[in-house]
């Protein structure tokens, strides 16, 4: 059994490295979607691979390999913006006013996020690609897909103060609640995020 992993906007394949160090025994792939230096996007068997998804790397996931044996969503969403039918999403203005400031002061939106993550010390990055920064969070606009029939676990930290849990309630029927976290599971959380991964591998694997 392969583990894919895909991270979430502003960061990159690194930061899936806290939980690697804990499942060792588990082959663990993960995806660098481009935003800091050379995109790569492995091909996956999905009948022998559960995705692992943090925050929009969650959509990605599923639209990028939308028949895999199971599912893991860390903060993650299939819908990110409010409308009617999704009453808890971000509002359009907030969005709106995000990409704006990106195009004009991109260091400034992903240091405001950082800290809004509750991890600011992401060290600095290089070859950073504003273009697809930028394209990926305007994306966010049109965001809404379904789930896929897999097994999913989702998972949530009660303090996110980019995907709230009441936003993600609404994607997901169930969510494991991890409590003091914010945004930023496995880089404060590993430890618990693992273990509730480990024991959704077994599942699927019995």
């Known amino acids: 059994m392969k583990l894919i992993c895909w991270h979430g906007w502003g960061y990159d394949n690194t930061f899936f490295a806290p939980l690697m160090k804990i499942l060792t025994d588990v082959d663990i792939i993960c995806v660098n979607e481009g935003y800091f230096g050379a995109p790569y996007i492995p091909p996956v068997a999905n009948d022998v691979a559960i995705g692992i998804g943090h925050s929009q790397g969650f959509s990605r996931l599923i639209q990028t390999f939308p028949n895999l044996q199971g599912y893991v969503s860390l903060n993650g ?19 709106g006013a995000m990409i704006q400031q990106y195009q004009r002061h991109p260091d400034v939106v992903l240091q405001t996020f950082y800290e809004r993550t509750g991890h600011p010390h992401l060290g600095a990055p290089l070859h950073r690609n504003d ?14 897909i379904k789930l896929p029939e897999a097994p999913i676990l989702a998972i949530a930290g009660t303090d996110d103060l980019i995907t709230p849990v009441t936003l993600q309630q609404d994607c997901f029927s169930k969510l494991h609640l991890i409590e003091n976290a914010n ?9 618990v995020c693992a273990t509730l991964i480990r024991s959704f591998i077994e599942s699927i694997a019995s």
């Not at 969403?77 to 969005?95: E, I």
């Not at 273009?131 to 809404?144: G, V």
């Open 131 to 144: 273009e697809l920064l930028r394209q990926n969070l305007t994306a966010l606009r049109s965001l809404s």
């Open 183 to 191: 945004h930023s599971l496995l880089p404060t959380h590993a430890t």
């Open 77 to 95: 969403f299939t819908q990110f913006m409010r409308s009617q039918n999704f009453p808890n999403g971000t509002p359009k203005a907030m969005l």
